[in-house]
């Protein structure tokens, strides 16, 4: 059964690196998303894309994060310089578009130091 | 502004007894609705989805959820726990159903199973 995969699936970093975070979303998809899940707290999103743009972002989404799919297969979340509020579990999703219907990643860990 | 609100951080159970997670959502439009499964240390797996068919949904694992309109609600029931249920779940809205909308999630409740 087709799976969206992520890596890595625990990443550390000092504040302030940069970091990107992988996603091979299902290949015959069109829907791409970041949402996080701050320990604790619930899934919030973050950024939907489509046709090779984002559609739309949440507050969270400021100017230090950005998304892209430089190929067929990949879809990255960057976050420019990283906060110790940026630690959380990223999960990416994506979707056919069959009755708004997403199927998640395992998730990466990201832990800021 | 779309919301979901579910009842209860912790639920526990003893195994063999009803499950009943609830879930209230806020939509200004008929929204999609979804359950969500989260076991330690995975991803979320969808449960089953409601999606302006039958109210009655049914999902993986024995679990069924039934959209009540007029309660504003998507509870999430199993008759008979089993001790493999014990997870966090999550119930989630996408306003309007929309294709390629963003998902609202709940805050999630946690289920314990005693044996």
């Known amino acids: 059964e087709p799976e969206v995969t992520q890596t890595p699936s625990h990443q550390v970093t000092q504040m302030g690196q940069e970091v990107i975070l992988r996603c091979v979303p299902i290949?015959?998809?069109?829907?791409f998303y970041w949402y996080r899940q701050i320990l604790g707290q619930k899934v919030e999103f973050l950024v939907s894309f489509y046709n090779n743009e984002i559609s739309e972002k949440s507050e969270i989404f400021d100017d230090q994060f950005s998304v892209e799919r430089p190929d067929g297969s990949n879809f990255t979340l960057k976050i420019r310089s990283t906060k110790l509020e940026d630690s959380a579990m990223y999960f990416c999703?994506?979707?056919?578009?069959?009755?708004?219907?997403?199927?998640f990643g395992p998730g990466t860990r990201l832990t800021v130091l | 502004a779309q919301s979901v609100t579910q009842l209860g951080s912790h639920v526990s159970v003893s195994e063999g007894a009803l499950v009943l997670l609830r879930c209230n959502y806020s939509?200004?439009?008929?929204?999609?609705l979804f359950w969500y499964v989260q076991y330690p240390n995975q991803g979320l797996q969808l449960l089953l989805k409601?999606?302006?068919?039958?109210?009655l949904v049914k999902g993986i694992n024995g679990f069924e959820a039934e959209f009540k309109k007029s309660e504003t609600s998507f509870h999430l029931t199993k008759p008979s726990a089993h001790m493999s249920d014990a997870a966090e779940y999550f119930c989630a809205v996408s306003p309007g159903g929309n294709q390629g909308g963003k998902l609202i999630f709940g805050q999630g409740t946690e289920l314990s199973v005693k044996p």
């Open positions: 999703a994506s979707g056919g578009g069959s009755h708004a219907e997403q199927f």
């Open positions: 409601y999606t302006s068919a039958a109210t």
């Open positions: 939509s200004s439009v008929p929204p999609y």
């Open positions: 290949s015959n998809h069109l829907y």
